[in-house]
């Protein structure tokens, strides 16, 4: 099987462009004028006699109309047939869908509210006070996290309606929005289902992704701790209905919200492989990707993939992944792209990494920050924290900060490692990373100043790196120009007088 | 990898201990290779976390050449920390809180240092150093350096202020040029003399515009740091 590739010009040189076969432009850096731009990607395909195509994950991976476009256009889409993608990326859709096959779903409306009809207002506040405050809106054609609303009081509800409503119509082409009660604390567990032609759809496990922040998952694990087997027989048998009666072909996820009374509420379904599959991969021993391949190749769920599903409810190993992303976790995890200076990746039995990036890389401040997934396997959850933690210590990246320092701390996070604080919003309430830093800052400024004590004259920039500085003006100029005075440089000057002074350059 | 967790907040702006009845900028000449001051006041530094590192009193010569030691100097009073970076090789390196042990014991705390590069402004020296993940920008200075460009700033504030300017020495050595006379006229930036020092020929220019009002040395004259040179007005 020969592979095309697709470029925007931000990763003209990526690691997947020079690994490909073929490569193709899409065009610019904006994604709506490359990644997002349906017309080109299938004109690729087409162009380059590609059979079929898969769509990753971001970007159009969700999209029922690109789907379309590509079956339109007689090649294969690797996933779910375009009306069910369309069907299960509505949420009231699936809301209704997961009703019909008996599958409780978070409590709230199954219809969009009526926001254009101020005489139906006050059977909403009744049916909002019935669901409980506080609860959610949501835009239907939303997901993932995105276009929610949180509401408190029932006087807040019709201006939260209307925004929510504006908001959806602006952002996702649907202003409809429903009502969905609010489940604190929870966790989020779901389902990976795969599914053939005939209609056979099986689950090959679940993962824990609590560890999240605004619905950014952060941490993956499967199993998810903690679960009996027949808790876990339950949740893979509601998922399993829920894609029977959607129709379900290829490859999606359930998701569920698990709740401190043990009580599992269908969340939404993602259409697609997700990014934290590899953990499935590793505990079900399934090649998710290739089961993807021959599922839409017509192929029935292979002897295999059945024997793993059967498996599914007693694992007998476990995997965990963390997200490595180009964000910085002392600064709300704002989006820290750069130049990637330093790249040492872990290894061993047990470790599996999936990057595209190495060291002189430039992580584009375009897309998505993720850079890097490192997934363990080892035989149970301790040993998997065990060398999760090895893992990590491995790890080196300069050049950009990254989400590394938050899963260090988690690891050592009692609650984390017990699983016993295990929920969706554990981050937020207890994340912080302005303090974590500061330990490293101090241990950062003594190690600098030490070097420099010990060994600035022989670790100087080149002249010609110096040269291409801007010149300085003022002040400073009168002190550097005593900087390279004498046989041995200011530098030994300097020092001679003994002390250095050390100070974090962190923007503030 | 820390082998000890440390809890507890950061030491911040460290100063000398044996130098705390002294000004934070010494004022009148001061000879560059005898500078004795903690740490400089700037408004660039405050509220940020700074640290002062010393030799270590005795003999680090004794030492393995792969293991930096120093003091860390406390804020206000204490005792200053023996502290020990183990380098393993050019970027990987062990930083040892503890005050005494020989090299390889002792709570570690492992880092890596970065190459060093100067900041094209204050020419500054500064190295990325990754703790546990997280990466930390260091901007370093020996103290004497940061003492003088301190000084040089607070002349060229007076400068920006208007009004006659002293311009005076702030580094030691011979006149080997005077290119104004007393009632030129000069623009901010144009040299006004060129002073040798260790061998190396240095231009002073004028801190702003105006007209020169008195010149107060002449070629071949030793000067020290703080001596008027020029008045400008």
């Given at each position: 099987m020969e592979a095309v590739a697709v470029y925007s010009d931000a990763d003209a040189t990526a690691a997947h462009v020079r690994t490909a076969d073929t490569a193709i432009r899409l065009g610019p850096s904006e994604p709506a004028q490359s990644y997002l731009r349906i017309d080109a990607l299938v004109d690729a395909a087409v162009a380059s006699g590609a059979e079929a195509v898969h769509p990753g994950?971001?970007?159009?991976?969700?999209?029922a109309t690109f789907a379309q476009a590509v079956e339109e256009a007689g090649l294969v889409f690797i996933g779910p047939p375009p009306a069910v993608i369309a069907a299960l990326g509505d949420k009231l859709a699936a809301r209704r869908i997961a009703r019909a096959a008996d599958v409780p779903h978070?409590?709230?409306?199954l219809e969009a509210i009526p926001?254009?009809?101020?005489?139906?207002l006050e059977a909403v506040i009744s049916a909002a006070a019935g669901i409980g405050f506080p609860l959610l809106v949501k835009?239907?054609?939303?997901?993932?996290?995105?276009?929610i609303r949180r509401v408190v009081s029932a006087d807040e509800l019709p201006a939260a309606l209307l925004a929510g409503s504006r908001e959806a119509a602006a952002t996702f082409g649907d202003g409809a929005v429903y009502l969905e009660r609010e489940i604190l604390p929870a966790r989020h567990i779901e389902v990976q289902l795969l599914g053939d032609t005939t209609g056979q759809v099986i689950a090959l496990g679940e993962r824990d992704?609590?560890?999240?922040?605004r619905h950014q998952k952060l941490i993956e694990e499967t199993?998810?701790?903690?679960?009996t087997e027949t808790e876990r027989r339950r949740l893979h048998a509601m998922a399993v209905r829920l894609g029977m009666a959607a129709g379900l072909q290829n490859a999606a996820t359930v998701e569920f919200l698990y709740d401190r009374d043990g009580a599992f509420w269908f969340l939404e379904v993602n259409t697609r492989l997700q990014v934290e599959h590899p953990v499935t991969e590793l505990v079900s021993g399934i090649d998710l990707v290739v089961e993807q391949f021959r599922l839409a190749a017509g192929?029935?769920?292979?002897r295999r993939v059945l024997a793993a599903a059967d498996r599914a409810a007693r694992p007998t190993s476990h995997a965990i992944e963390i997200r490595i992303s180009a964000e910085d976790p002392a600064r709300v995890f704002a989006p820290a792209p750069g130049l990637i200076t330093r790249w040492v990746m872990p290894a061993g039995p047990g470790i599996r990494v999936d990057t595209a990036v190495e060291a002189g890389d430039r992580v584009p401040?375009?897309?998505?920050?993720?850079?890097c997934k490192v997934v363990v396997h080892a035989a149970d959850r301790p040993a998997a924290l065990a060398r999760l933690r090895r893992a990590i210590d491995e790890t080196e990246i300069g050049g950009i900060q990254t989400t590394l320092p938050f899963h260090r701390a988690m690891l050592a996070e009692p609650g984390f490692v017990d699983a016993s604080?295990?929920?969706?919003t554990w981050v937020e309430a207890h994340w912080d990373g302005p303090a974590s830093r500061a330990r490293a800052v101090r241990v950062a400024l003594i190690a600098a100043g030490l070097a420099e004590l010990g060994g600035a004259a022989t670790e100087r920039p080149s002249p010609a790196a110096a040269a291409a500085e801007a010149a300085p003006t003022g002040a400073d100029a009168v002190v550097r120009g005593l900087d390279g005075v004498g046989p041995e440089g200011g530098d030994r000057a300097w020092r001679s007088a003994g002390r250095v002074r050390a100070m974090d350059r962190w923007p503030r | 990898m820390t082998h000890e967790r440390r809890d507890g907040p950061p030491t911040t702006i460290a100063g000398p201990t044996r130098d705390a009845?002294?000004?934070m900028v010494p004022d009148g000449p001061i000879d560059p290779r005898a500078v004795r001051v903690g740490v400089a006041a700037s408004a660039r530094l405050e509220g940020d976390p700074a640290i002062t590192v010393s030799p270590p009193?005795?003999?680090?010569?004794?030492?393995?050449?792969d293991v930096d030691t120093g003091l860390v100097l406390p804020?206000?009073?204490g005792a200053a920390t023996a502290v020990r970076l183990e380098r393993f090789g050019d970027v990987r390196a062990g930083l040892v809180e503890?005050?005494?042990?020989?090299?390889?014991?002792?709570?570690r705390t492992d880092l890596q240092l970065g190459p060093v590069r100067v900041?094209?402004?204050?020419?500054t020296r500064l190295r990325e150093v990754v703790v546990d993940g997280w990466r930390i920008e260091v901007e370093l200075e020996f103290e004497r350096r940061a003492v003088l460009r301190e000084r040089a700033r607070r002349g060229a504030g007076v400068a920006a202020r208007g009004g006659p300017v002293e311009v005076r020495a702030i580094i030691p050595g011979r006149v080997v040029a005077v290119s104004v006379v007393v009632g030129d006229s000069v623009d901010?930036?144009?040299?006004?003399l060129v002073v040798e020092a260790m061998k190396m020929q240095n231009e002073l220019r004028a801190p702003r515009e105006g007209s020169v009002q008195r010149v107060g040395v002449a070629i071949g004259d030793t000067i020290e740091v703080g001596d008027l040179l020029v008045i400008i007005h």
């Open positions: 994950y971001g970007f159009l991976s969700e999209r978070v409590p709230g409306t926001v254009d009809r101020p005489d139906q835009a239907a054609a939303g997901g993932g996290g995105r276009g992704c609590s560890t999240q922040r199993p998810a701790p903690g679960l192929e029935p769920l292979s401040p375009d897309y998505d920050p993720l850079i604080a295990l929920a969706t | 009845g002294q000004p009193p005795d003999a680090a010569a004794l030492l393995p050449h804020l206000i009073d503890s005050a005494a042990g020989p090299p390889g014991g002792g709570a900041d094209p402004g204050h020419g901010a930036g144009q040299q006004i």
